[in-house]
């Protein structure tokens, strides 16, 4: 396993960084509620992920893959979620203006919005297969990868979350925030079709 560290961190920071679901949400939650407002989401992100490789390196990914079902029952249920928090980014500027009560979704949300993105699966099952062996100690190499992956999640959310905040101010003309948000809800949308496709 110790061989394995550096490429595994290589893994696991071009993937956390890439933009997915994850990243696209923070962007646009930083963007449209500043970054203090974001940081419970960004919490729940990287809770739940690392949560998802532990629990895929202990098990559910033979329970996921030995029932077809289950599976097609999380790919429809993740992308009709994901189908509505990109609804929800798009119209964000428009449900704030309606309501003062217009906020990031929380901690729990997106935990939840972790454990139903496709692309999150993808990489906890991917660094699972490649940076684990058939004969090594299970639990230390599942807390290995799940920890790198956790801090490179934590990192990736940091960053576009910054990013997103450091755009707020770009997005202070109205018509600008309206396309962001539609802009961020179509990436997320986007996303989607290598899961259905």
């Not at 490429?7 to 994850?22: H, I, K, R, W």
């Not at 990013?163 to 003309?173: E, K, N, T, W, Y």
């Amino acid at each position: 396993m110790h061989g394995m560290l550096g490429p595994l961190v290589l893994f696991a920071a071009v993937m956390s960084f890439t933009p997915g679901p994850n990243v696209i949400m923070v962007t646009a939650s930083a963007a449209n509620f500043g970054f203090g407002r974001a940081v419970p989401q960004m919490i729940g992100i990287t809770l739940g992920f690392g949560l998802m490789v532990v629990a895929a390196g202990l098990g559910l990914a033979g329970l996921v893959q030995a029932e077809p079902r289950l599976q097609a029952v999380l790919r429809y249920a993740g992308g009709a979620y994901l189908l509505y928090l990109a609804w929800c980014i798009a119209r964000a500027d428009a449900s704030r203006s309606a309501s003062a009560r217009a906020r990031p979704i929380g901690f729990f949300e997106a935990a939840l919005f972790t454990w139903v993105n496709p692309k999150a699966w993808v990489m906890a099952l991917g660094a699972l297969a490649a940076f684990s062996s058939a004969g090594g100690d299970l639990l230390l190499e599942v807390s290995v990868i799940a920890g790198v992956m956790t801090a490179a999640c934590l990192a990736a959310v940091l960053v576009w979350g910054g990013f997103g905040a450091a755009i707020r101010s770009v997005l202070g003309h109205p018509r600008a925030r309206v396309a962001f948000n539609w802009s961020m809800a179509g990436l997320l949308v986007l996303s989607l079709v290598p899961v259905f496709v």
